[in-house]
């Protein structure tokens, strides 16, 4: 498969595992926060999302928290399966006329049966 | 599937050349943006589009242009290339600034 980061944070679990990717921010003005997943030669995939009036949503096997004061996002995976192997990216809506969606650098998600 | 169709999918070309990349959002998404993944950069949002109309700008180079169509479908165009440019370009839709994008599986551009 095609790679799309050769120097990412690399998180390796077992499977049924609970993982744990966690994201800074820069930008204190950031309204909504996103979670994408990226498999190999495919293109990033919306897994869940979070506004900034909210410090925790969860959704099916996934939970985004997020704490504005120290600007942290987290995804909590639970019973981690091989499927979710991949790159996980965290995005923020800056505010700046026109709202544009801005990446971080990712991490990649190893889960070994 | 997210709706979002790019093609192609894969892109050969020389140094100095032209190509074009295209892109059909999803159905009732007015809005397209285009993004550059390189192996040492990460996502890097380049243009964004809405309704035909240019909205925003990132980190596009002045070699690369983009348009947004009356049927909504996107172009973007870039020449004089160089080996540099040799990355994966993904297009993505969205329906308002504040809802999820919903990105193609991407054209891989190779520059010799």
């Known amino acids: 498969g095609e790679s799309v980061g050769l120097h990412l944070p690399t998180l390796s679990v077992q499977e049924g595992d609970n993982s744990i990717i966690n994201c800074a921010y820069s930008?204190?003005?950031?309204?909504?926060f996103i979670w994408y997943k990226q498999e190999s030669g495919k293109g990033p995939q919306f897994i869940i999302d979070i506004r900034s009036n909210m410090d925790k949503r969860q959704g099916q096997r996934v939970t985004v928290l997020l704490n504005k004061t120290v600007k942290h996002l987290s995804l909590q995976i639970a019973a981690t399966q091989p499927g979710d192997s991949a790159v996980y990216f965290c995005?923020?809506?800056?505010?700046?006329?026109?709202?544009?969606?801005?990446f971080g650098k990712g991490t990649m998600l190893l889960v070994s049966p | 599937d997210s709706g979002v169709t790019q093609t192609p999918k894969h892109l050969i070309t020389a140094t100095g050349q032209r190509v074009t990349l295209r892109c059909s959002p999803r159905?009732?998404?007015?809005?397209v943006y285009w993004y550059q993944q390189s192996l040492d950069q990460g996502l890097q949002f380049l243009i964004q589009?809405?309704?035909?109309?240019?909205?925003a700008k990132g980190n596009i180079l002045e070699r690369f242009s983009a348009q947004q169509f009356p049927d909504l479908h996107s172009e973007l165009n870039l020449s004089s290339l160089e080996l540099g440019d040799s990355a994966l370009y993904f297009c993505?839709?969205?329906?308002?600034?504040?809802?999820?994008?919903?990105f193609g599986n991407g054209t891989r551009l190779t520059v010799t």
């Open positions: 995005a923020e809506i800056r505010n700046s006329g026109y709202s544009t969606l801005t």
């Open positions: 159905s009732g998404d007015l809005s």
């Open positions: 589009y809405y309704n035909g109309e240019e909205r």
């Open positions: 993505a839709s969205g329906t308002n600034p504040n809802s999820p994008l919903h």
């Open positions: 930008n204190s003005a950031s309204d909504y």
